[in-house]
């Protein structure tokens, strides 16, 4: 991706991203062409999360066990990982 494109979507001005470019302070790996374009490879980073549930009383607790359950392939469906729960 272009450094214009990768600044506008970082929310930051282009001229900001070119002098991190030329400090060498860019936080992801980028490399110049030799027509001058700066392309920016993007840091694919995987998504994890925490499920946490939780009841209001210990009467309802059997119904723990399949609020997890609907929050654990929630979480599969939108394709993230989760790394641990919490009840």
């Known amino acids: 991706m272009k450094l214009s ?11 900001t991203a070119w002098n991190q470019f030329r400090s060498g302070k860019l936080p992801v790996p980028a490399r110049q062409l030799p027509t001058g374009t700066i392309i ?4 694919v980073r995987e998504s994890k999360a925490v499920i946490y ?6 009467d309802q607790k059997k119904d723990l066990d399949g609020q ?3 929050c654990l392939s ?7 990982a989760v ?4 009840s």
Do not use: H, L
């Open 53 to 58: 549930s939780r009841v209001s009383s210990s």
């Open 74 to 80: 929630f979480a599969n469906a939108q394709g993230i």
């Open 40 to 43: 920016v490879d993007e840091v």
């Open 68 to 70: 997890i359950a609907r």
């Open 83 to 86: 790394s641990a729960t919490v």
């Open 5 to 15: 494109d990768w600044a506008r979507k970082q929310g930051i001005s282009y001229r």
